[in-house]
């Protein structure tokens, strides 16, 4: 898929341009491009989703889509900067990453804020260095991201949460202690964080756990090791079970893996494969929600080396069904509105 090379582009742009920020308003878009497909919205449910739509043509494009299961009505919407992004919990707004000036040491990557069908951003200031992995809280009141204490973010260290708005205070949540490193924090409304895990280990090279932070009581591991990868946990709606993806060991080398979507009790009982599915190995551009009312799960597969669509999985297991099945396309960072 072309996330990688996407970003690529955007860094090798800021470095030739100079500029502080590449945001909406830097270049143009092309979301205007975006054609709709039939939608089986009977499998959406009463959900709402919204996603990243990539467009693999001449001219190439992108652009924020919503589809709504209780109207069964679909929308286009402003595209947004580099990838992940999520949706707010009401829908109206967006967090994602933000490149910033090449030549700028104190962090590759931002994290930004704008309004689904506004261009106007709002970067979420304060020290700190690269930041990765942004999340909503449940109640939208505040974006949760992991952070690294070098520019680069790629190895990150600190879980903080921040309030949206300029000149917000920021809370540490968690903090490594030696050679400890976190990915993809996500909150539920007890605000418990969870989290991928890879725990202290003499040369700083482990394998990945789920790890549960409770506010003031140590961090938990509630999952793991034994697979080879662990991706997007994700809390259900109601806090008490998390959904995320694995891809056993062994396989063997090549373009596609078989993954395994899980879920389990927040207290890592009751581990239970959904659905086994096929993917390309892009697996960064993976994301997973949970639909409004927890019965469905909702999450981006790569198809081809170029394509990438939604598929939905019951949250009691069976076959995935794929939501969007336009080609040519990358529909990427699906996150599932109340």
């Known amino acids: 898929m072309k996330r990688l090379a996407v970003l690529t582009a955007i860094i090798t742009c800021i470095a030739c341009g100079g500029s502080d920020h590449l945001g909406p308003t830097d270049q143009g ?15 959406i449910g009463q959900s709402r989703l919204t996603f990243r739509r990539f467009l693999d043509v001449v001219p190439v494009g992108a652009g924020m889509v919503t589809l709504d299961g209780s109207t069964k009505t679909a929308a286009t919407h402003f595209s947004h900067s580099v990838l992940p992004i999520e ?60 952070e690294s204490e070098d520019w680069s973010g790629s190895f990150p260290t600190k879980i903080v949460s921040q309030s949206p708005t300029p000149g917000a205070a920021r809370d540490t949540l968690w903090q490594a202690a030696g050679c400890e490193r976190v990915e993809s924090p996500h909150a539920n ?52 079970e998390i959904a995320f993806f694995e891809q056993p060991a062994p ?60 598929y939905a999985v019951p949250a009691t297991g069976g076959t995935a069904v794929a939501v969007t099945t336009q080609a040519a396309v990358a529909d990427e960072s699906v996150s599932c509105p109340r």
């Not at 878009?29 to 497909?37: N, S």
């Not at 700083?204 to 090791?225: D, F, L, N, S």
């Open 189 to 240: 409304g007890a605000g418990d964080i969870v989290f991928i895990y890879y725990p202290v280990l003499p040369n700083c090279v482990g394998e990945a756990h789920i790890a549960r932070k409770k506010p003031g009581q140590a961090t938990e591991i509630v999952y793991g090791p034994g697979s080879v990868l662990l991706y997007t946990p994700a809390w259900s709606p109601d806090g008490t």
């Open 29 to 43: 878009d092309g979301h205007e491009r975006i054609v709709i497909e039939s939608i089986p919205y009977d499998v």
């Open 251 to 310: 396989q063997a080398v090549g373009p596609t893996y078989m993954v395994d979507l899980k879920a389990m009790s927040a207290d890592g009982s009751n581990v239970r494969t959904l659905s086994t599915v096929q993917s390309y190995v892009a697996t960064e551009n993976w994301s997973l929600c949970w639909g409004a009312d927890g019965s469905a799960l909702f999450f981006s597969l790569g198809d081809s080396p170029t394509e990438a669509h939604i």
């Open 87 to 146: 949706a707010s919990p009401d829908g109206s707004s967006v967090v994602y990453l933000t490149a910033t000036d090449y030549n700028n040491k104190q962090r590759q990557f931002d994290v930004s804020v704008s309004g689904l069908d506004s261009p106007a951003q709002t970067d979420l200031a304060g020290p700190g260095g690269g930041r990765r992995f942004p999340s909503w809280t449940p109640d939208g009141s505040k974006v949760v991201y992991a």
